[in-house]
């Protein structure tokens, strides 16, 4: 559902709602035919999250550099009442705020996300630390590296 989100966000100008869903199903039995393997990594690495979860630990992520833990808690609901000066009346606000139950699904479905977030990031941080020790000019366009471009020319 998301990916064919995507695809009528970027190409609804081109494709119909219906095309844009049959193009997602195209792509994802390509996805499998070509690369079922890694279906089953994925499934994998999913399956340690979930497990990790319900037995009530943290999935953590190890590299060189830094260790990733993730624990994903429940959402509880709760209501307070505030008061809104503009309309000079009481309202009632929910928020949501963490609980001590931890989210078996949730940590279930991100797991694989963020090991290959934490991947992908490591292996920025390689080649910055390469480029650096090169004194070579490095212009990152990664999300948590941002450089300035006239630092890049430095």
Not at 102 to 131: C, G, P
Request: charged share 25%; with cysteine.
């Amino acid at each position: 559902m998301s990916t064919a989100s995507d695809i009528k966000g970027y190409l609804s100008q081109y494709l119909t709602h219906k095309e844009c869903f049959d193009l997602a199903k195209i792509c994802f039995k390509f996805w499998k035919v070509r690369y079922h393997n890694m279906d089953c990594l994925i499934r994998l690495i999913r399956s340690i999250g979930w497990l990790a979860s319900t037995s009530g630990r943290s999935v953590q992520y190890n590299v060189d550099y830094f260790t990733t833990i993730q624990d994903y808690m429940k959402m509880d609901s709760i209501n307070i009442w505030v008061y809104d000066k503009l309309h000079k009346k009481r309202r009632k606000v929910t928020l949501r705020v963490s609980s001590d139950n931890r989210d078996n699904k949730k940590t279930e479905v991100s797991t694989f996300v963020n090991f290959i977030h934490q991947k992908v990031a490591y292996i920025a941080m390689k080649v910055l630390k390469t480029m650096l020790y090169m004194k070579a000019p490095v212009y990152t366009v990664y999300d948590n590296f941002l450089t300035l471009p006239y630092l890049a020319l430095k």
